[in-house]
């Protein structure tokens, strides 16, 4: 019976990410500061939608990235729209321009040419699309290779003469990703010739029909069959037989999302005839058109992440894998059409060393063939090397710049690869880069703003990450009448000049240079030396620490929704602090601090979301405790009674002045004009202050949808973003009457597109593919002939719309309340908490290395019990205490993991109490150890601790407050108590970062002997 069939063995992705390699530190990190280097300034992917091209576009993108504090472009060349697949729009006004043609490289070496006089770090993706390394010039004999097999069943002893069928092949292409026929409109897989017509023949074996089959009965009868497929052979006696007919053709994949004219094969990695014919004919067209604009106007090219697939041959692949396992792979070839060969052990070890083999190939060839040839060209290889059939810690030393991806929500919820940041030879790539912000429809649809970036963008600088390439920033190649213009359709976030908030922006943009500047500085120290503990509010920051010789600093931060006070303490010796702000660029000593042996522990405020840098650069000298780090303020005016609110005309907005009697929010006005407003609005109006500040005040503004620019008495004071929402007013600028004071606010696009929504339609859409959202079905005729816009209500005019009349309107304009805030600097006692904190271990355990750091058993105080207040309803682990106290950090099968065996943790949260009674009376404590361990970050700890003693053993004092964020591991807490007669301890737990802890064990540990009275 013939039985032709498709097997495929399924390879397993490993999936990975990015870093980076940096520049040379200056040896004070102020000057980084204060003038960030291009390398530190965030770049962008410049997506190039389709035929949308032009060369003036490209000149206005430049200049405006120069202005805006942009430092690299890389350019790829995408389909129209992306629905999220490959899409076409009609009618555009350049139709017929192809990526990767003659007339696009032209494009291409004007924005190389202009990088240069701009100086820009302009790049290109290697391919059309964004993955991964092919185009129409890679034939089915040098493409991405999948193994086939037929299977014909015959009868033991009984002649057989035949051809051998090839395996039934799906034509349609093996991708992950199906796109939009340009001619039919049809979402799907295309049909690829070459699987209809490419095959190649690896090996014919023939086998037992059934069970494991031993290696001693395969036969291999390759040179029996002729080249018309047919075999004539007559099997062993015994039992029926498999004759397997093996061979290869071209997976299918494509580059994509790319236009459909120039959709092409994905080339075969493993080969280095097909990834060298690859590069030679991209950097031949590179050299052909930009000649000597190659590595000095366009001077890096990327791999984008790996979205191409899992290829399971290449036509080498039995001589590599017999060069590199030391064994012959042709025997094993039945484990790919499922059957086992030898034993399960020996199948096993096969499919290990198949997967192995093609991890190194893709090392030794996609990887290595790349970083060289791009090299000899003075071009940078840049690369997100993860996702594929490879090991990122092996690629990434093959890679000049290294990248990892997360995407815009309202917490960082990516990782950073293992490996990723491995140069080789025991180095480290200095700058991790990462796509940055990657949007879906379902949190950017013109609706994300610079306040909101920043919680995830400093996480992913508390990762690591130091330089963020932006995600994205479409070419405009049209008018700037026509705004937002083009998109990447249904992807952002929405980047670039034709964005509301591109000019105010700015000031974000400069809090990216200064933060990636630092972040950069140094080399970063592994575990940190800070730790911080709870003083007011729900503040839990974290920190990373970068170091240069003597000198240390710190990015701390605190996401949405924390604030508060917190102590902060660094292990860096005898050191003065500053704190500098990468908001404003301000720098300025801390004066109240105080130093603890090594330690320098002084308080830090943190509004929502707030961030800082805290610097080591200068002995310490003595303190200042009258001297506030942060000043106390005071209300000395309420900004009340009416403004006058200009908007802009052109985007629909009246076109005099409206009077608003109070702070509102645009999208309750009666007027459609306001309502559905987007832009910037500028508010005037003056006011006195009978108690004018003495010396420099503050401006708050309250509630500010979204950001806003402040000019007092005509002085620029600058914009305003993110909390705390305030500006500082220089002494001597304020009044006691008539101050005039403007605030230009600027909203997002979202509003006016929606208000766009109430007219008559005068494009034509198309539905997209996974999110609710629209994509235009062709340029409109009145667009492409420059005439006047049938609709005279619309105004907005972009290439994907996520709105409908009925869409949510997003709060917007200055809703205040306006305060002018005195400054007092001065206090009459330092305002570090009195008390002793708990510490951190000098190096925090990982968990393989956790159990030695548990006290011996003869340094614990014994206990004669415990009592739980538990209040929360499900805590996981064992129903009681009993883990945190049977000497092992481990679980119940001698493993670290967290396992929910009822022997391994005890999860506590805010509200939970623990009470531990000395057994025998009182006795001297020494320290507290507490050790927890998780996956994630609750592996984070955080309580309180009370001691009562003999003298009043119903009575407790807080002793210590301890806290430490970890992002998974393992953590070690030590509390020092140094307390003679104890008789009880009670820890009061709080929250983690994620809600409750995972405690392992508890110990407390006495003097060195318990022989003192008690």
């Known amino acids: 019976m013939i039985r032709p069939t498709r097997p495929l063995f399924a390879l397993c992705l490993t999936l990975a990410l990015p870093i980076s390699s940096g520049f040379a530190a200056a040896p004070d990190p102020e000057t980084s500061f204060l003038k960030p280097p291009q390398e530190a300034k965030p770049g962008v992917w410049w997506h190039w939608m389709g035929s949308n091209v032009s060369r003036e576009g490209i000149t206005r993108d430049l200049e405006a990235f120069k202005e805006g504090g942009i430092a690299a472009a890389t350019i790829f060349g995408m389909a129209d729209v992306c629905t999220p697949w490959a899409g076409h729009i009609e009618n555009s006004p350049n139709d017929g321009l192809l990526a990767f043609t003659d007339p696009w490289w032209k494009l291409v070496r004007h924005a190389a040419a202009e990088g240069k006089r701009l100086g820009i770090d302009v790049g290109i993706h290697n391919c059309p699309g964004y993955t991964s390394t092919g185009g129409p010039w890679i034939t089915p004999e040098l493409a991405m290779q999948q193994i086939f097999q037929s299977r014909t069943e015959i009868e033991g002893g009984k002649p057989f003469s035949g051809v051998l069928p090839k395996p039934e092949i799906d034509p349609r292409g093996d991708m992950l990703f199906p796109m939009i026929n340009k001619d039919t409109g049809v979402l799907e897989k295309p049909v690829i010739e070459g699987r209809k017509t490419y095959w190649r023949d690896i090996a014919v074996l023939a086998v037992p029909a059934e069970g494991i089959i031993a290696k001693d009965r395969i036969i291999d009868l390759t040179n029996q069959m002729d080249a018309s497929g047919t075999l004539r052979w007559t099997p062993p006696d015994g039992g029926n037989w498999a004759i397997h007919r093996f061979g290869h053709t071209t997976m299918g994949a494509l580059t994509q999302p790319n236009q459909w004219e120039i959709m092409g094969l994905e080339c075969d990695k493993m080969s280095e005839k097909a990834v060298t014919f690859h590069l030679q004919h991209v950097l031949g067209e590179l050299k052909k058109h930009l000649g000597p604009l190659v590595g000095t106007g366009l001077q890096h090219m990327l791999l984008d992440s790996y979205e191409a697939g899992t290829p399971s041959w290449t036509p080498l692949m039995p001589q590599e894998f017999q060069q590199r396992r030391g064994y012959d792979l042709k025997s094993f070839l039945p484990v790919l059409a499922g059957r086992v060969v030898g034993s399960d052990a020996d199948t096993a070890k096969f499919r290990a060393d198949f997967d192995r083999t093609i991890a190194d190939l893709y090392r030794d060839v996609l990887f290595k063939v790349m970083e060289r040839m791009l090299r000899a060209e003075n071009l940078r290889f ?54 940055a912000f990657t949007g879906a429809p379902d949190q950017c649809s013109w609706t994300e703003t610079p306040g909101w970036l920043k919680t995830v963008g400093d996480e992913a600088y508390l990762m690591g990450i130091n330089r963020f390439i932006l995600h994205t920033n479409p070419h405009q190649p049209w008018d700037d009448r026509f705004k937002p213009g ?449 996956r994630d970050q609750r592996a984070s700890q955080a309580y ?66 318990q022989s003192e009275a008690r």
């Open 944 to 1009: 309180s601790v009370w001691i009562a003693k003999a003298g009043a053993p119903e009575s407790f004092t807080k002793i210590a407050d301890a806290r430490v964020n970890s992002q998974g591991g393992s953590t070690l807490l030590r509390v020092p108590v140094d307390a003679e007669n104890v008789v009880a301890v009670r820890f009061d737990f709080a929250d983690g970062p994620l809600g409750g802890n995972v405690y392992r064990e508890i110990v407390l540990i006495g003097p060195a002997t």
């Open 382 to 435: 840049v690369c997100e090397p993860y996702g594929g059939p490879f090991h990122t810690g092996e690629v990434a030393p093959h890679v000049h710049r290294v990248m990892t991806e997360f995407w815009a929500a309202n917490r960082f919820n990516a990782t950073v690869q293992g490996g990723i940041q491995n140069a080789g030879n025991g180095k480290t790539h200095n700058i991790l880069e990462a796509e």
């Open 486 to 934: 083009m998109t990447m359709g249904q992807w952002g976030c929405h980047f670039g000049r034709t964005q509301t908030w591109w000019e105010p922006g700015k000031a974000w943009l400069a809090y990216l240079a200064r933060c990636q500047a630092l972040l950069q500085w140094g080399e970063r120290v592994p575990e940190s030396a800070a730790w911080f503990s709870p003083v007011d509010g729900n503040a839990a920051p974290r920190s990373v620490h970068r170091r240069d010789g003597s000198s240390h600093l710190f990015f701390i931060a605190v996401p949405a929704g924390e604030s508060g006070k917190a102590l902060a303490s660094f292990r860096v010796g005898k050191m003065a602090p500053e704190l500098w702000d990468p908001v404003t660029g301000r720098m300025r000593d801390l004066t109240d601090y105080r130093v603890d042996g090594d330690v320098v522990r002084f308080e830090l405020d943190f509004a929502s979301g707030q961030s800082h840098f805290v610097v080591f650069r200068k002995p310490s000298t003595k303190a200042q405790p009258t001297v506030r780090n942060f000043p106390a303020t005071r209300e000395a005016a309420t900004v009340s009674g009416s403004w006058q609110v200009s908007f802009d005309p052109k985007w629909g907005g009246p076109k005099q002045a409206v009077t608003f009697s109070d702070l509102t929010d645009w999208t309750t006005h009666a007027e459609a004009g306001i309502r559905h407003y987007s832009g910037t609005a500028v508010y005037r109006t003056k006011f006195n202050l009978a108690d004018l500040p003495a010396g420099a005040s503050f401006l708050d503004l309250g509630t500010v949808n979204h950001l806003a620019r402040v000019r007092i008495n005509g002085s620029d004071l600058g914009v305003i973003w993110c909390a705390p929402w305030r500006v500082e007013i220089p002494a001597g600028l304020l009044k006691p009457s008539a101050n005039l004071l403007e605030v230009a606010v600027t909203n997002v696009w979202a509003n006016r597109l929606i208000g766009d929504e109430q007219e008559p339609d005068d494009c034509e859409w198309l539905n997209g593919h996974a999110h609710p959202g629209r994509y235009l079905k062709r340029f409109p005729d009145w667009f492409v002939k420059g005439q006047r816009r049938p609709s005279s209500g619309r105004y907005g005019f972009t290439t994907w719309n996520y709105f409908n009349k009925d869409s949510k309107l997003i709060p917007s304009g200055l809703l205040g309340p306006v305060r002018v805030l005195a400054a007092d600097w001065n206090q009459s006692a330092s305002a570090i908490p009195n008390g002793v904190f708990a510490e951190p271990s000098a190096s925090t355990a990982n968990e393989a290395a956790f159990e030695a750091g548990l006290p011996k058993a003869d340094a614990r105080v014994p206990l004669a019990g415990n009592a739980e207040t538990v209040n929360t309803q499900d805590h996981g682990g064992a129903k009681d205490a009993s883990p945190l106290f049977n000497g092992t950090t481990r679980n119940g099968s001698g493993g670290a993991e967290t396992i929910d065996d009822g022997k391994t943790f005890r999860s506590y949260a805010k509200g939970d109490s623990l009470l531990l009674k000395i057994e025998g009376g009182a006795r001297a404590i020494r320290e507290i150890q507490t050790f927890a361990g998780h």
